[in-house]
């Protein structure tokens, strides 16, 4: 039933239209009939009663100068008799009524009055009043209305049939020639031509897709050669294309090959100087990702023209590779003519690039060493470019930066900083601090986040920022992840028998953390289950990348964990890739707006609405939501507004030692 009223077909289409046509016609016209019949009715209806007024004012007039109250009243009694008449009332001169005829089975809702002046020979003796409702209008409705019922049905019938017939009449060729393209497209058949059924527009289209049928068929034929033809020619391109080793095909550049036999033999002549540069786009991927690989390639090919256009015929301009290029100086051996050259590298990238119908801006991060200053084998002079050019980039990006071996310092120190963590993770070094998540109402405190710390015996306390990124690369953040987990457990215990509030700790949980096999997820389940943990007390935050793949076997493993009563959260939603899919097909609980939009809510109203959007879309699924990094009271209010369900920021509580969250927050409920 529901297919037969579905606008699928040009046959459907046609008829709607034919029949909207026709009853906005028939609508119209008896819209039109409908007001010009009451408009009549009402004139009709007003001439009658005032001829009716005038025909009994002289009789009424001659009994008013008698007085004759009797003969009034039976003058005007049988006036009562129209249908639409309600009352007659005859007053004298000075307006006191005479005689009344009033109906009392008859209503005087819209009444039409006429009043009529009693006089004879200029001498006025009363006057004349008649009392009227619409039931004469209404009759006359009531009959028009059956009349046109009727005519709108008899329309109605009409033009169906002639829209059936029309219908048929016009959308025959059309269908043939549909009919006819569609064997075309399930054979392949060029070959086969349509009848031309008529000599209109229909009859034009179809001589001329008669037309493009053949030409479609001449040119199969032409581009089965072409292709013969370009098979071979591709054949012996791919064959010279083994030639060009040495060469980047995107650029026309020397690449990565020729740049290192390049660096060996300047190395191994005697008495050479020269000077290396690394070069890395700034912001390339954000345009290859806007606009496409093409713009990016286009990019690339545009960058190695200008490079070219800033070295000498001496130089050499390579591409190792993505959007990397090295410069060989040879000959320089000082900062000043060096950077004369980075100088003019700068410059030349900072100027607008044309792409098609696109301009560009980029920029370059640079990294420059000496050889044999710093460094006298292939290996160690692009090594310390490379250091170089990623100081660069951590500077700020578009500049360049002289390898210096204090950059080597640093990179010992590095290594000496993943030392210390070894250490520390053995001397039990490190401490979890606390940050109180409140309820929106700012009062109670159904949860806290684990934040660690490091008590370096030389430095003091340090945040997670200067060691967990080191720890990570390292492969230290699955000891780390470990000592946090079981610490968070043992002092979730602990709250939890001080206070008589269930209290909820989340703990952050690193994707590389995180395995295929499940262990991370063994490792919580056996530690909640040797420390007895209650229920619903702890929050395992994960990211949103962590959860990309809702078919994977993270779905099954967080599945485990609730099924022991652990809940999870999403950190920092809104800056991956906030997908839908994973919420409706994974057990969250919880949903963290990261800070970066609760930064911009008092002055950026998109950051609002997206704020307001996620939490309604939150609250659909059945998810709570916390906002993060709540530092001020017009933030938290407009979090309130937004029906936000728990805030976690300065506005109410920095992290705090473990102690002091026990004193200022665990006891306080037991208190209360």
């Known amino acids: ?55 009994l004012s002289p009789n009424i007039t001659t009994a008013l100068m008698f007085d004759d109250a009797e003969a009034i009243q039976e003058l005007i009694n049988p006036l009562l008799i129209r249908s639409d008449i309600v009352s007659v009332i005859v007053s004298n001169s000075d307006g ?70 029309l219908r048929r009449r016009f959308l025959n060729p059309i269908l043939y020639l549909a009919q006819t393209a569609n064997q075309i497209t399930k054979s392949n058949d060029y070959s086969l031509r349509a009848k031309q059924l008529s000599q209109d527009e229909v009859g034009e289209l179809t001589s001329c897709f008669n037309d493009m049928l053949h030409t479609i068929e001449q040119r199969e034929s032409s581009l089965e050669n072409q292709v013969r033809l370009r098979t071979k020619e591709l054949e012996n391109a791919n064959f010279q294309l083994h030639q060009y080793a040495y060469e980047d095909g995107l650029t026309d550049l020397p690449n990565r ?36 690989h093409d713009y ?23 591409r190792l590779g993505g959007d990397e290029f090295t410069l060989i100086l040879e000959g320089v051996d000082n900062q000043a003519s060096a950077s004369k050259v980075a100088n003019a590298v700068k410059s030349s990238l900072m100027q607008c690039i044309h792409l098609k119908k696109e301009k560009v801006y980029v920029t370059a991060s640079l990294g420059l060493t000496f050889y044999p200053t710093d460094g006298v084998t292939v290996e160690d002079l692009v090594k310390r470019a490379d250091q170089a050019m990623y100081l660069s980039k951590h500077k700020g990006r578009n500049r360049y930066e002289f390898f210096t071996y204090a950059m080597e310092e640093q990179a010992i120190e590095k290594r000496r900083l993943i030392e210390q963590i070894h250490t520390a993770l053995k001397k039990n070094q490190f401490e979890l601090y606390y940050q109180p998540i409140f309820s929106i109402n700012g009062t109670s405190v159904p949860k806290a986040e684990a934040l660690i710390r490091w008590n370096h015996p030389e430095r003091g306390l340090i945040g997670p920022n200067e060691f967990i990124p080191i720890a990570e690369k390292n492969g230290l953040i699955s000891d780390i992840g470990q000592w946090v987990k079981l610490q968070a457990i043992k ?56 959860l990309m793949d809702p078919d994977s076997l993270i779905q099954s493993q967080l599945k485990r ?112």
């Not at 009223?5 to 039109?32: D, E, G």
């Not at 004879?120 to 046109?148: P, Q, T, W």
């Not at 999403?570 to 800056?575: A, E, L, Q, R, S």
């Open 1 to 55: 039933m529901k297919k037969l009223f579905l606008l699928n077909t040009m046959s459907k289409k046609l008829l709607v239209i034919l029949m909207c046509v026709a009853l906005v016609s028939t609508a119209t016209v008896t819209i039109v009939f409908s007001a010009y019949e009451i408009s009549s009715a009402k004139e009709e209806q007003v001439k009658s009663l005032v001829s009716l007024s005038k025909m």
């Open 96 to 165: 006191k009524p005479l005689a009344i005829a009033n109906s009392l089975s008859k209503t005087a809702q819209h009444s039409i009055e006429i009043s009529t002046v009693l006089e004879l020979d200029s001498h006025c003796y009363g006057e004349l009043k008649i009392r009227a409702n619409d039931s004469y209008i209404n009759d006359r409705v009531a009959f028009y209305s059956k009349f046109l019922i009727i005519l709108v049905i008899f329309t109605f019938i009409v033009s169906l049939l002639l829209s059936l017939l």
């Open 257 to 292: 090959r020729y740049f290192y036999e390049k660096l060996q033999s300047l190395i191994s002549k005697k008495n050479i100087t020269f000077a290396l540069i690394f070069i890395d786009l700034d912001g390339f991927k954000e345009i290859n990702d806007s606009l496409g």
């Open 296 to 318: 990016g390639d286009l990019l690339l090919h545009q960058v190695a023209v200008r490079l070219q256009n800033c070295i000498t015929a001496n130089d050499t301009v390579a």
């Open 491 to 546: 002092d979730t215990v602990q709250f939890n028998l001080l206070c008589e509030t269930p209290i909820q700790i989340s703990v952050n949980t690193s994707p590389l953390e995180i395995d295929r096999a499940g262990n991370w997820v063994n490792e919580w389940l056996e530690a909640s289950e040797q420390y007895k943990l209650p229920a619903h007390t702890i929050l395992i935050e994960v990211t949103e990348n962590t």
């Open 561 to 672: 964990l609730n099924a022991k009563n652990i809940d999870i959260a999403i950190d920092d939603f809104g800056v991956g890739y906030s997908s839908l899919a994973y919420l409706q097909r994974l057990d969250i609980d919880i949903l963290k707006i990261d800070h970066s939009f609760i930064r911009d809510i008092e002055t950026n109203e998109n950051s609002i609405a997206l704020i307001k959007a996620i939490i309604t879309m939150a609250h659909n699924l059945g998810v709570k939501v916390v906002a993060e990094g709540v530092e001020t009271q017009h933030q938290y209010l407009l979090l309130k507004q937004l029906a936000c369900d728990y805030i976690q920021g300065y506005v109410f509580s920095k992290p705090i030692t473990k102690q002091s969250f026990i004193e200022k927050y665990v006891k306080s409920k037991v208190l209360l």
